[in-house]
Nanobody
């Protein structure tokens, strides 16, 4: 089992940047693929990006390609989400999630563990 804690959210102006972190408990972090999802007001939770357990393979939603970047440090049990050129439509609660598989999956139903989320608000 793994516990996930997100941090780094906040209020930023349009065009600004934020870096989210997700710290995982346990000694098996490197066996999990990791994903970031978000849920805006009145919307369903949607896929943002994911990374394979070895950090080699990544995938992104079309809406964030070229602006967001996912990375991980298995020695620190942490996955990061660098968000640049933020837009008001990026406003949401951002969740990290873990699934014990090698590949980076976009399907939220496949993730077993979730963090509590961190709020990101982009003002216009």
């Amino acid at each position: 089992q793994v516990q996930l804690v997100e941090s780094g959210g906040g209020l930023v102006q349009t065009g600004g940047s934020l870096r989210l972190s997700c710290a995982a408990s346990g000694r098996t972090f490197g066996t999990y693929a990791m994903g970031w999802f978000r849920q805006g007001p009145g919307k369903e939770r949607e896929f943002v990006t994911a990374i394979s357990r070895n950090g080699v393979s990544t995938s992104y939603a079309d809406s964030v390609k070229g602006r967001f970047s996912i990375s991980r440090d298995n020695a620190k049990n942490t996955v990061y989400l660098q968000m640049n050129s933020l837009k008001p439509e990026d406003t949401a609660v951002y969740y990290c999630a873990a699934v014990r598989t090698a590949i980076a999956t976009m399907k939220k139903e496949e993730y077993n563990y979730w963090g509590q989320g961190t709020q990101v608000t982009v003002s216009s």
